[in-house]
């Protein structure tokens, strides 16, 4: 199982519905410095998230048993540049999209959700390897933003 990855309540955006969270550490290892960069790319919204476009960041499910992978993948070829130097574990292709970033958790939070209503996957990024209730701080301090990445699902 990854570090980072919680499946949680985020207050700013579902107070109520349990989202995917992953925590970005922008000065880490190179394929979540790849995240962070990709990122940059997001469109703000009125409720001060980032909502990325699947041409820039999308994310895939797939459920395993007990364990839930999550893996963020891109079009865009710079993000490919230097995937030999600290390629994440499940760095590859899939489906023509490059895979920036995988990460896994033991849930079965898909039991029941229909695969045409599977939610968004959340990123928070911040300097060092945050636990979950220092990202949401930096949030409602405004130090960092929360990131809407779209699935494929």
Known sequence: MSDRIWITTVPPLEPA???VLIGIDTAGHPAERRVAALLDRGHEDDDGALYLLPDDL???????????????????AGADAGADAGADAGAGRVDGRIVVLERTVESTFLDGIDPDERPPVLLIAAPGPAGRDDLLTFVARGEAAIAVVPTDD
């Open 58 to 76: 999308e994310a895939t499910y797939a459920q395993n048993g007990p364990a839930l992978t999550v893996r963020l993948t891109t079009l865009d």
């Open 17 to 19: 519905h349990p989202s």
